[in-house]
């Protein structure tokens, strides 16, 4: 096998699309796994025009379906190099009003999702001695902004899992890195769920009026897997709040943030 092999989940549209284009345009052979089949057959074609390409359903809420693309890419290709654990969606809402019923969808997708993908394909990596897992996290599983404790809590799990991961597939010659993006402009908020009509609008306004585009941030996050990093922040400001994070005193920290949660509000309510 000349060409390494990337397996990518929700990569149909948005950040996992652009990562599969960079991974093409590098000479990989790519498969996605999706819900969204229209998507995917469109994301196919593109892909097709570079590299050798195949399209999966897979609901990554289903650990059979991911172990039947690992069975495929077993049979067909020989194996997998790197599996980006993409797929998710995004949600906001203050702690009394979101849903105990939209949290156990999210943790399902975000949480759970990640862990079947490691689950199934550290076997599979394991088998064949080698591979590197990559989990697409946020920068809100570093940071706590208000109004998405659910969203913030799934993202922080993954970044958990990631850090465990990094240790325990370590003697088996398996890679992890963990991606942790703030906003950029993608098809993301087309699944927020949200408690209120305030909490939608500014997930959408955030997303939709981001600076970068999936495709730059794609590009960024590509280099930093081929180095194999374990945290990819792709966002400069991103990973200067975080090191803020890590290095200030809490209560200066929080102090910080509740400024700028203010300054927000207040911008939100002149626009109404």
């Known amino acids: 096998m000349s060409s390494k092999r990337v397996f990518i989940t929700g990569g149909a549209s948005g950040l996992g699309r652009a990562l599969a284009n960079c991974f093409a345009d590098a000479g990989y052979w ?6 969204d089949d229209g998507r995917g057959a469109e994301a196919l074609a593109e892909l097709q025009a570079k ?24 049979s067909e290709w020989g194996g997998v190099d790197v599996v980006v654990n993409n797929a998710g969606v995004a949600s906001a809402g ?7 019923s939209d949290w156990e969808w999210i943790v399902d997708i975000n949480v759970l999702g990640v862990v079947r993908g490691c689950k199934v394909f550290a076997k599979l990596m394991q088998a064949q001695g080698s591979g590197h897992l990559v989990n697409v996290a946020s920068l809100a599983g570093l940071i706590s902004p208000p109004k998405m404790a659910s969203y913030c809590a799934t993202k922080a ?21 963990v991606v942790c993006p703030s906003f950029f402009r993608t098809n993301l908020a087309e699944s927020v769920r ?14 939709n009026k981001a600076k ?31 090191r803020l994070k890590r290095w ?19 911008k939100r309510d002149a626009r109404k």
């Open 51 to 74: 590299t050798t390409a195949h399209y999966c359903h897979c609901d990554v809420t289903q650990e059979s379906a991911l172990q039947a693309t690992a069975d495929w890419l077993l």
């Open 157 to 177: 799990a993954v970044v958990a899992i990631s850090e465990v991961l990094t240790l325990e597939l370590d003697p088996d010659n398996i890679a992890v890195s």
């Open 30 to 35: 790519v498969c996605i796994g999706d819900v």
């Open 212 to 242: 970068l585009s999936a495709d730059e941030i794609a590009a960024r996050v590509f280099k930093s897997i081929e180095k194999r990093e374990f945290y990819i922040l792709p966002h400069p400001e991103g990973r200067k709040i975080w």
């Open 94 to 100: 203050g702690i009394t009003e979101f849903p105990l």
């Open 248 to 266: 200030l005193p809490f209560a200066q920290f929080r102090a910080m943030m509740l400024k700028q949660t203010n300054r927000m509000m207040s």
């Open 194 to 207: 949200a408690s209120d009509a305030d909490s939608q609008a500014a997930t959408q306004r955030l997303v």
